[in-house]
């Protein structure tokens, strides 16, 4: 059974940095792209950086240069170093796995960027 356990999140001030986790169980993650989105209240959840197998990565522009995706499949954990901060980054961050018969949401963990 895949599992996905998202943490690091909290409440931070305009400019911090948080650093999130995406814990994996039950799949090797190193043979898939990982993903991280991310859901404002009264909004649509959007992507906000992916990683594939051979470490590319891609993110959306309204994170480029602050966010940096990585991962460590010895630990088979993702990562989201999140800089620079801002109150727009307001949201439940999401990890999700996709394979090419199923997708696999992690719970979310909670980012307050607020003073």
């Known amino acids: 059974q895949v599992q996905l356990v998202e943490s690091g999140g909290g409440l931070v001030q305009p400019g911090g940095s948080l650093r999130l986790s995406c814990a994996a169980s039950?799949?090797?993650?190193?043979?898939?792209?990982m993903y991280w989105y991310r859901q404002a209240p009264g909004k649509q959840r959007e992507l906000v950086a992916f990683?594939?197998?051979?470490?590319?990565?891609n993110y959306a522009d309204s994170v480029k240069g602050r966010f940096t995706i990585s991962r460590d499949n010895a630990k088979n954990t993702v990562y989201l170093q999140m800089n620079s901060l801002k109150p727009e980054d307001t949201a439940v961050y999401y990890c999700?796995?996709?394979?090419?018969?199923?997708?696999?949401w992690g719970q979310g963990t909670q980012v307050t960027v607020s003073s």
């Open positions: 999700k796995l996709a394979t090419t018969l199923y997708d696999s």
């Open positions: 990683i594939t197998r051979s470490g590319n990565t």
């Open positions: 039950g799949v090797d993650t190193s043979v898939f792209t």
